[in-house]
């Protein structure tokens, strides 16, 4: 457990109920939007067919609120990071839909699908998150290069300053440390103001300090600038900066909870672990 | 073993890498073993035919000691007829018979149609004897009895739809023959393409030879038991004096024919070895390429292997292994795809008239194995360097991200090495340029391509990084971002950027070098006849080849009006003795004195105008300065066939020309002085100017004088400039061909190179799709990509071609190439060209990016 950073402040709420999965933290939302960022009802994923059947995601129904800090926990193989790949519209359902804001993005065709991820969407990976020919700058920009979009000038300052990468704005990825390549990977998700940024285990190839630093990043974001995040992670610490965590077990949203910190999350896992192995 | 077993899983696990290189080491072997396949199987052919022509022992008139420069004088050397009867009495001889046989002849059929071969093959015309039935045999009609019957084979009968009966017209030195076809012969061997036509003995030996009582050789056939050798001596025992005489056995004979073909199969030969060369120069950069990028892609793994305790040496010869599979299979492969290839090549024979028959295909035992040695050897040589570099990888690669990093220091010595190399190359080139004699000149062009390539070879990476910014300010700024990445991809391993295109660029340097010279050479011919050429128009026979113009088509020429002067050009043989007591072959040009205005030249002593006088001539500069010869010198001329003349040098004429260079000339009624009629040469050439306002009416006048005399072309200047440039453009078409397939190479090494980085890249191009790259987006990038590596590869090669070609040209200037055309048209082409192959090259690579999964290449593992 990483001590080095002060976890964030939570709104008083203790411990979240499973049963009030959706509506919290509108209050938070841009002006005249809904109050979900994002929908999943219903959705399917299975790999192969016959007794070779696999199912990923089993009948799973999902709000993504609003300008909030959502976690998606659970064990290896819950089918944490193939819902995040479904929402993010990088893997294709095998039924149900799922909606970003007001569209439907299940069934949409690659063309469609591919504007949607880079006008809509922003993404932070583990690892290997930014080209190595391109400059950090380069590196943030690219989403919106590539649309044939300027990036707003003010935002992208305001942004650089946030994630401090005024410096080396110049340098290549292999000049940067592991932390500060995952700060422009952060950059690049915050510049193109996507409606959601999906982040597959952000933190995963960082030490706890430099993790930490991302973290606060990705929590700033959500409380100065209003961005939704959605997270997948197995960390409890990361886990701890989201508002809210869903637990998936076996295919199937089993839990959630609000507002956690990491040792709430870290006894919830112990206590999956246990049930699993006893069920 | 282990490293055998490494070696070719992974041989295997690279199959599509290894096909690409696979293809080019297929190529080369392929143009190696159709080579040889082709021209043993001509061979074959020419050997079938001579042997089957042949008689056991033969004897033909010696052949004159003489210069092979000189055309000689269109009159056949013939044997008396009696020694027909002396060779018959040889003891072991069962008979002996006079042969009349003439190549320079043509035949016609009543249309005044050639009916000779298109593809070079000669017109043979002799008498129907016994020995003719060695090779032919009657199929239709009988054979040819009294002057006005002929025969002819049945090859050319069938490609002209002649029959029993039709006219044909044989046109010889002593007149014309007309005659009806009276029998059809048919070849027992595999005819190439000569037309062959029969008349009875006396009409052959009156027509043909001009007398009654003289052979073209003695055919003699052996009793049963009697060897051909023992024969030959028996026979010149009866013959007594064989000082005029030279006797051959039957594999004499052939191998005597055989030699007269000798260069136009050569010359066959060594444009296919170009192919070939061209082929396994390209190839060699494709596999050295695919290796290297191979070594690359697996540095974690040879890592992995180091670290558990592989030597430096194992690891390089497993590398080397995996070339040996790759040089067994192209070349396995080559050796097959050569022999279709050679029959290929002899169906397009067939249909330019050569006809060759697939009954010969020859296969040496030799070929096979030359290929696979040239292939193999060749693979594992192109391997060498990238398995040394495996070798290198050290223990620590296995535990790095991935990709070795730059050899810094490397690469260093690798551009200084090459910088000199190229300076040095460039200092030699010049030096060429300057060089006062051509021979001086030739090695240092040599060295100075040598240099320039190898050292643009190794400062290839180093231009790459300047010359793909210049490229892509100039072509990919219009791409926006997708042409960002696609400069900086390019940029991303100057090293693989550079040999790849380095592998187009060895085809097109080859390729712009020789347009340059081709180009110029057609330029400054030009001029040349612009400035020296005064004749409106100029006959000559039509296949070139030593032909000469009958006498009775110089009649028929004469007799054409509008013509101011009609000029005729003889060259005639002599032993000329200067008065500095040397003594040396030359040929005189004998020509009536309007060839001075035909074609002008210039003089550095002396008129031209007093040479044509009586008992008067001129000589070339260079002789002059050899030989020490001045104006009013007297000359020893030892006229072939002819008496001795002591003529007068009245001019010297300057030889910094390309027409009529270092010519002699005297005044044909000086040389008929001394040459008796019968054996004064026939017309070499003739030139004819028309009266002042009647070019047009001459023109037509001289073509129909000519009508008669299909053999024969009438040409005015313009025709004659565009022939020039034909047959400059008949070899430049041969040089294209070395750029298809230096391209078709090439291209395979830039697909090889693209699919690799798209393999390598699979993490970038998930992210970048991942973050909303389209997939038209991320195919144009690619494909810029190849665009740029191409467009580099042929800026490199087509400037240091023209590099080289313009250092020929001014070298050769010495020799009288003066003007230097570099052919901007057919050099823009190829740049563009070179654009559309880089599009080509990417498509497969860039449509498997675009099917790439991009889940799979973002997942982490």
């Known amino acids: 457990m990483t001590t080095a950073v002060t976890i964030p402040g939570h709104g008083g709420e203790g411990e979240g109920a499973a049963r009030s999965a959706s509506m919290r933290g509108g209050g938070r939302a841009a002006g005249g939007r809904t109050a979900v960022a994002a929908r999943a009802r219903q959705i399917v994923k299975a790999y192969g067919a016959g007794e070779t059947r696999v199912v990923a995601l089993d009948h799973v129904d999902v709000d993504i609120a609003r300008g909030q800090f959502t976690a998606i926990m659970g064990p290896s193989g819950s089918g944490k990071s193939t819902l995040m790949h479904c929402l993010a519209g990088l893997d294709t359902v095998s039924s149900g839909q799922i909606f970003l804001d007001e569209t439907e993005i299940t069934g949409l065709k690659d063309k469609k699908l591919t504007q949607f991820r880079r006008d809509r969407i922003g993404f932070i990976f583990q690892a290997f998150n930014l080209l190595p020919t391109l400059n950090a700058l380069e590196n943030i920009t690219l989403p919106m290069d590539i649309a044939g979009r300027r990036p707003d000038a003010a935002w992208l300052r305001q942004v650089v300053e946030t994630v401090g990468l005024a410096e080396r704005l110049k340098h290549r990825p292999t000049e940067l440390s592991g932390g500060q390549q995952q700060r422009v990977a952060v950059a690049r998700a915050l510049a193109a103001r996507p409606e959601i940024i999906f982040g597959d285990e952000p933190t995963g190839n960082l030490d706890s300090r430099a993790g930490a630093e ?34 998936l077990a076996d295919g199937r949203i089993v839990d959630e909870m609000h507002n956690p910190t990491a040792d709430q999350v870290l006894d919830r896992m112990k206590d999956f672990d246990s049930r699993g192995r006893t069920s | ?114 009916m000779g071969s298109t593809s070079g093959g000669p017109t043979i015309a002799g008498n129907w004897t016994r020995n003719a039935l060695r090779s032919m045999e009657l199929s239709s009609g009988h054979a040819p009895r009294g002057p006005t019957e002929v025969m002819v084979d049945a090859d050319t009968a069938d490609k002209h739809h002649l029959k029993l009966g039709d006219e044909l017209r044989t046109i010889t030195a002593n007149g014309d023959i007309e005659a009806r076809i009276s029998g059809i012969a048919t070849f027992k061997v595999t005819n190439p393409g000569a037309a062959v036509v029969y008349f009875d003995t006396a009409t052959a030996q009156t027509k043909l030879l001009g007398g009654p009582d003289v052979f073209s050789a003695v055919s003699v056939t052996a009793e049963a038991g009697v060897s051909d050798e023992q024969l030959k001596k028996n026979v010149a025992t009866a013959l007594g004096d064989t000082s005029a005489y030279e006797l051959r056995t039957q594999e004499e004979s052939a191998a005597s024919s055989k030699d007269s073909m000798g260069s136009f199969l050569d010359v066959m030969k060594y444009a296919m070895l170009g192919f070939a060369g061209i082929a396994l120069l390209v190839g060699i950069f494709l596999i050295v390429n695919t290796f290297s990028m191979l070594v690359a892609q697996r540095t974690r793994e040879i890592g992995l292997m180091r670290a558990i305790g592989s030597s430096r040496k194992q690891v390089n010869r497993s590398v080397l292994i995996e070339a040996l599979f790759l040089g067994v299979v192209g070349s396995l492969l080559g050796v097959g795809a050569g022999v279709g290839l050679a029959v290929g090549l002899m169906k397009l024979m067939g249909a330019m008239g050569m006809e060759l028959s697939t009954e010969d295909l020859t296969v040496a035992w030799t070929t096979p194995v030359v290929g696979l040695v040239l292939g193999i050897v060749v693979t594992v040589v192109a391997a060498y360097l990238p398995a040394r570099r495996a070798g290198k990888v050290s223990p620590m690669a296995a535990l790095r991200d991935a990709g070795t990093p730059a050899d810094g220091r490397a690469g260093r010595v690798r551009a200084a090495i090459g910088l000199v190399l190229t300076l040095a190359g460039g200092a030699a080139l010049l030096a060429a340029t300057r060089a006062d004699k051509a021979s001086e000149g030739s090695p240092l062009l040599g060295a100075g391509v040598l240099f320039t390539l190898i050292g643009f070879i190794a400062i290839g990476p180093l231009l790459a990084s300047f010359v793909v910014r210049v490229l892509s300010a100039v072509m990919l700024r219009m791409f926006g971002p997708v042409g960002r990445l696609a400069e900086r991809n390019a940029l991303r391993n100057p090293r693989r950027t550079g040999a790849t295109g380095a592998a187009l660029m060895v085809g097109l340097a080859l390729v712009a070098c020789l347009s340059v010279v081709g180009s110029s050479m057609v330029a400054s011919a030009t001029e040349e006849l612009d400035k020296s050429v005064g004749a409106d128009f100029i006959v000559q026979p039509a296949g070139g080849d030593g032909a000469l113009i009958v006498d009775q088509a110089a009649k028929a020429l004469k007799t054409v009006p509008d013509i101011e002067h009609l000029t005729e050009y003889k060259v005639v043989g002599a032993r000329l003795t200067a008065p500095d007591g040397t003594t040396e072959n030359e040929g005189l040009v004998a020509a009536d004195p309007t060839y001075k205005d035909d074609v002008r030249r210039e003089t550095v002593s002396g008129e031209l105008a007093a040479a044509y006088g009586k008992d008067a001539m001129s000589v070339g500069e260079t002789y002059a300065t050899k030989h020490r010869v001045k104006v009013g010198d007297r000359m020893t001329v030892a006229f072939e066939g002819g008496e001795t003349a002591k003529l007068k040098v009245a001019a010297i004429t300057s030889d910094d020309v390309n027409i009529d260079k270092g010519a002699m000339y005297v005044n044909i009624t000086t040389a008929a002085r001394y040459v008796p009629a019968d054996t004064l040469p026939q017309n070499m050439i003739m030139f004819a100017k028309a009266t002042d306002g009647k070019e047009k009416e001459a023109y037509a006048a001289l073509k129909s004088a000519l009508a008669k005399y299909p053999q024969y072309e009438v040409k005015n200047q313009a025709d004659f400039k565009e022939q020039l440039q034909d047959q400059i453009g008949r070899l430049l078409n041969i040089v294209y061909g070395l750029l298809a397939l230096a391209i078709i190479v090439a291209v395979l090494g830039v697909v090889n190179t693209l699919a690799l980085s798209v393999v390598e890249r699979t993490r970038e191009i998930g992210l970048m799709r991942a973050i909303g790259l389209s997939r038209r987006q991320l195919r144009r990038m690619i494909r810029l990509e190849s665009v740029v590596i191409a467009v580099f590869g042929a800026l490199l090669g087509l400037g240091l071609g023209m590099g080289w070609g313009t250092a020929a040209q001014k070298l050769l200037a010495l020799e009288g190439l003066g003007v230097l055309e570099i052919p901007w048209p057919t050099i823009l082409t190829v740049f563009v060209a070179s654009a559309f192959v880089g599009l080509f090259a990417a498509l497969v690579p860039a449509f498997r990016a675009g099917r790439m999964n991009v889940l799979n290449a973002i997942a982490t593992d």
């Open chain 1, 214 to 247: 991302v973290l606060s990043f990705l929590r700033r974001s959500v409380d100065e600038l209003g961005q939704t995040i959605v997270m997948v992670t197995h960390d409890p610490v990361a886990a701890s900066y989201a508002d809210r965590v869903l637990y």
């Open chain 2, 1 to 114: 073993m282990t490293v055998w077993k490494t070696s070719r899983r992974n041989f295997f696990a690279h199959k599509g890498r290894m096909a690409l290189s696979a293809v080019a080491v297929l190529l080369s072997v392929a143009f190696v073993c159709g080579t040889l396949v082709f021209t043993d199987t001509m061979n074959t052919t020419f050997d079938k035919l001579f042997a089957a022509t042949a008689a056991d022992v033969t004897v033909v008139p010696k052949a004159p000691e003489k210069d092979d420069r000189l055309p000689g004088n269109g009159k056949p050397v013939t044997v008396p007829a009696s020694a027909v009867g002396r060779a018959a009495e040889a003891t072991g001889a069962k008979a002996a018979e006079g042969v009349v046989s003439s190549a320079s002849v043509t035949v016609v059929d009543r249309h005044d149609k050639n």
